[in-house]
């Protein structure tokens, strides 16, 4: 016979079929007996509350927190990508802008000059990528190597400078044009600040700054100073901040 006693309690309420398998108390075995018929218990009106012993047996254990000790993925950067200018103005296309770890105008930015390209440096008296908040630091010759920045005094407020780099086209707009002094570490600064000529001031968009020797106005005016590089004292800049981006278009040139 069917005995209650081979009901658990925490099934009270559920719809359970017996099969087979209980025993009853006098130790007879269902083995050598036909087997009965199965046995439906109907589960109580639903209305009633349910006991707590109910809740506790149901009850979903929550899932473990988790927490993930990978790293986050790095964000995108042009920092260290080479880079491609333009100055429509002053006819300049796809010029290379090679990073480099430095200031601007040291040794090694200025060999990479040297080769006829423009320079970048970056790092803690550097500046930043292309399109990134801060100052984009683009420097190159302006007589020799081929004088890739002859026609930079020129650029005037309003010109667009477009710089080309990791799949994105940055539009750059002239606001302003800035003198540096080598022989000033004041003016220095100014020039390599975050915010063009103000190194206290916290940078809150992407700007540019385009520097290119005066070796002409200098020597003018009869300052035919030279550091050790062969640089003259002054430089002139030209500064702009980020008007738009884009995707590059398939057919554009990449920087080599």
Not at 15 to 29: F, K, Q, R
Not at 180 to 191: P, Y
Request: charged content about 20%; aromatic content about 4%.
């Amino acid at each position: 016979m069917f005995s209650p006693r081979c009901v658990p309690a925490a099934l009270a309420g559920t719809l359970i079929v017996v099969l087979a398998g209980c025993t009853t108390s006098g130790g007879d075995s269902t083995a050598d007996k036909p087997a009965p018929a199965p046995v439906t218990v109907l589960s109580p009106d639903t209305s009633a509350k349910p006991d707590s012993s109910a809740k506790a047996a149901t009850a979903v254990e929550p899932a473990p927190a988790t927490s993930s000790t990978e790293p986050a993925a790095p964000k995108s950067s042009t920092r260290h990508q080479t880079a491609l200018l333009a100055i429509p103005s002053i006819g300049i296309t796809d010029l290379r802008v090679v990073p480099y770890e430095g200031t601007t105008d040291d040794w090694a930015g200025t060999r990479i000059q040297d080769r006829g390209v423009a320079a970048s440096p970056y790092g803690d008296e550097g500046g930043v990528g292309p399109g990134e908040v801060g100052n984009y630091l683009v420097t190159a010759h302006r007589l020799s190597a081929g004088g890739p920045l002859r026609e930079l005094p020129s650029v005037d407020e309003g010109d667009s400078v477009f710089v080309t780099a990791g799949g994105k086209v940055y539009e750059y707009k002239i606001t302003d044009t800035r003198t540096t002094s080598f022989r000033s570490k004041r003016s220095l600064a100014e020039q390599r600040a975050a915010v063009p000529g103000s190194p206290d001031k916290r940078p809150t968009e992407a700007m540019i700054t385009i520097s290119t020797c005066a070796t002409p106005e200098d020597d003018a005016t009869g300052n035919f100073w030279r550091d050790d590089k062969g640089n003259p004292e002054h430089r002139i800049d030209k500064i702009g901040v980020l008007a738009s981006s884009r995707a590059a278009p398939a057919s554009a040139p990449t920087a080599p």
